[in-house]
């Protein structure tokens, strides 16, 4: 039985901790609001009417997809682009393929950034490792123009941050979503792990600025994870009644 993520790959890894799993996601909320495909987002109403729950069912397809075997992998990113097919037919027009190659880009280099912020540097085999996963996916998908190994990704994900991102009113009505749906106190964390994690373009854009205050308990939690800042920084990102869910995905092995 074939997986389509080997059980000893560092993807295996990244996926199966749930801190790193919030700050990818923090990352690509950011992102993603800048987008100038962004208004498909909005077009079934469904992200801006529930993002966090966007965002675990996202995680999901993702988890679901890392760890399991090839078929079942498959038969779930051919799911995701029945879904994505259905809402072309609803508009009666069709996602660019750039728009696609961003998201996976968002998942490679977010993949890459949060690990690194919260455990260590990764090797170039590995970068190469998370990159292949993800190209894999977009393969699948039938999308053209993917670039085919880690060092054509870095070229092209700098040219695709430099030419699909923009400020728009969708940017400014989805972080103002994010922060109904956070609470003020929370809301002011995920931008600061935003400020920590985004390229320039993005932290440029939505004026996050070049310093964060959280950098201190970052360092902490490498230095230390004796005083369980795992927990409290899962605990303290979202919602009380996501506290299950979030701990839920602390497992390397979600499927058994």
Excluded at 31 to 57: C, I, Q
Excluded at 129 to 149: H, I, S
Excluded at 160 to 176: A, C, G, R, V
Aim: charged residues 25%.
């Amino acid at each position: 039985m074939k997986h389509f993520v080997k059980e000893d790959s560092v993807v295996r890894e990244i996926w199966g901790k749930a801190d790193t799993i919030l700050f990818i996601f923090a990352g690509a909320a950011a992102e993603f609001a800048l987008n100038k495909a962004v208004d498909w987002l909005y077009f079934t109403g469904k992200l801006p009417a529930d993002p966090l729950g966007r965002l675990f069912s996202t995680i999901t397809y993702a988890r679901q997809i890392v760890f399991s075997t090839n078929d079942a992998a498959y038969a779930a990113i051919d799911q995701i682009t029945a879904i994505h097919k259905h809402v072309e037919t609803s508009r009666n027009a069709q996602i660019p393929d750039w728009a696609y190659r961003d998201v996976l880009f968002m998942l490679i280099d977010y993949s890459i950034r949060a690990y690194e912020l919260l455990e260590r540097k990764l090797t170039s085999a590995e970068k190469e490792e998370v990159f292949n996963t993800f190209y894999k996916v977009g393969a699948r998908m039938q999308l053209e123009g993917l670039p085919t190994n880690y060092h054509a990704w870095e070229i092209m994900r700098e040219e695709h941050l430099k030419q699909d991102l923009q400020l728009s009113d969708f940017t400014n009505d989805l972080f103002k979503k994010y922060c109904e749906h956070l609470g003020v106190m929370r809301y002011y964390l995920l931008k600061q792990v935003q400020a920590l994690l985004v390229p320039k373009v993005v932290k440029k854009l939505l004026s996050l600025g070049n310093t964060s205050l959280l950098l201190p308990v970052l360092y902490m939690y490498k230095l230390s994870r004796i005083i369980k800042l795992q927990s409290w920084l899962r605990d303290t990102l979202l919602p009380v009644k996501y506290r299950v869910q979030i701990k839920l995905l602390n497992n390397q092995n979600p499927l058994t």
